[in-house]
Nanobody
């Protein structure tokens, strides 16, 4: 019933841009904190960005600050991750995850299936 679906991934050259979408169904996304995680080949899943349910505050890991922007469209029940100036190090499977906790707190109970982002020339 509760479902998150990521889309927008693909192959892009370094310096290019992608816009990832995380669409929610079965619940109202505006009541949830939404995280974006990335898992690169052979590496652990790490947090990339987060938008808080409480005050809409946004957070980014240092490596993407100034290049990525997270946003929310409650009317569409969707959260976006705009990724600009992409680097090969940004490559990985991107997952969105929802929780009712603040950003950085706990393990989100709801996860999408992931969307592949590959940055390569």
């Amino acid at each position: 019933q509760v479902q998150l679906v990521e889309s927008g991934g693909g192959l892009v050259q370094p310096g290019g841009s992608l816009r990832l979408s995380c669409a929610a169904s079965g619940f109202s996304l505006d009541y949830y904190t939404i995280n974006w995680f990335r898992q690169a080949p052979g590496k652990d899943r790490v947090g990339v960005s987060c938008i808080s349910r409480s005050d809409g505050s946004t957070y980014y890991t240092d490596s993407v600050k100034g290049r990525f922007t997270i946003s929310r469209d409650n009317a569409k029940n969707t959260v976006y991750l705009q990724m600009n100036s992409l680097k090969p190090e940004d490559t990985g499977v991107y997952y969105c995850a929802a929780s009712q906790s603040a950003c950085g707190i706990g393990y989100p109970p709801y996860w999408g299936q992931g969307t592949q982002v590959t940055v390569s020339s």
